[in-house]
């Protein structure tokens, strides 16, 4: 088992976590960290962004030769957490209050925790992944989009305005067929420096902003949903 601690609430810190527990060397671009699998370990690549405004994602496409356990801190304010599974499957544990899914393919989930309360993402071995985990600093993200937030389902203003974690939430659904191809695009880009970057965070604000208005047409009276 591969079972990792995080001290932030960061992409880059589960590679650099896997990276040192492993031993296997990490490849930094700028805003980009990746991880390419050795045999001992798995086969693929993990790649991790840095984006603007307080977001990170890690885009795992690979098979893994043990579990990876991703122990997230209970000592800080928690983020917003966007899961998307391709392939494979993304198990989530939202503790202190029991709350556990699994997410399968065309399967995605939008959750945060409540502070002082643990959460653990797990990724099985032997399983072919591609998966996508988008996490959101709210007091840094959404301080830049205040007013636009009393436009959104009750639900979602709740937790975009919970910025000291005092409720839990979680939203599972199968996702659309434009989500899947954003994952890909992300997935399959060949940019390098400024052009990847720029491209790489237009595609997952594009992401988030599906996820949401998803919800949003989830959230809404039958005969109005999309």
Do not use: W
């Not at 591969?2 to 589960?14: D, S, T």
């Not at 990876?68 to 957490?81: E, H, K």
């Not at 959460?119 to 007013?147: G, P, T, W």
């Not at 636009?148 to 979602?156: H, Q, T």
């Amino acid at each position: 088992m591969m079972n990792i601690q995080l001290e932030q609430y960061r992409a880059h810190h589960i590679i650099e976590n896997i990276s040192e527990l492993t031993g296997l060397d990490t490849e930094a671009d700028c805003l980009e960290l990746a991880m390419p699998l050795e045999e001992t370990v798995g086969n693929g690549r993990m790649i991790s962004f840095k984006l603007s405004n307080g977001i990170s994602f890690l885009m795992v496409n690979a098979s893994l030769e043990e579990e990876l356990v991703i122990n997230m801190p209970s000592s800080l304010f928690q983020p917003i957490i966007f899961n998307y599974v391709l392939k494979g499957s993304i198990e989530h544990k939202l503790l202190n209050d029991d709350i556990q899914y699994t997410l399968a393919p065309l399967q995605s989930s939008i959750s945060t925790n409540k502070y002082k309360a643990e959460q653990r993402l797990i990724l099985a071995k032997k399983v072919e992944h591609s998966v996508v985990i988008v996490m959101i600093n709210r007091e840094k993200y959404f301080d830049k989009v205040d007013c636009y937030i009393k436009d959104m389902p009750p639900k979602m203003q709740d937790i975009f305005n919970d910025k000291k974690s005092e409720n839990k939430f979680l939203y599972e659904a199968n996702y659309s067929a434009r989500i899947s191809d954003l994952i890909n695009e992300v997935k399959n880009d060949l940019n390098k420096d400024i052009v990847r970057s720029t491209f790489i965070e237009g595609k997952i604000l594009e992401l988030i902003s599906y996820s949401i208005r998803q919800f949003r047409d989830d959230n809404e009276e039958e005969k109005k949903q999309i």
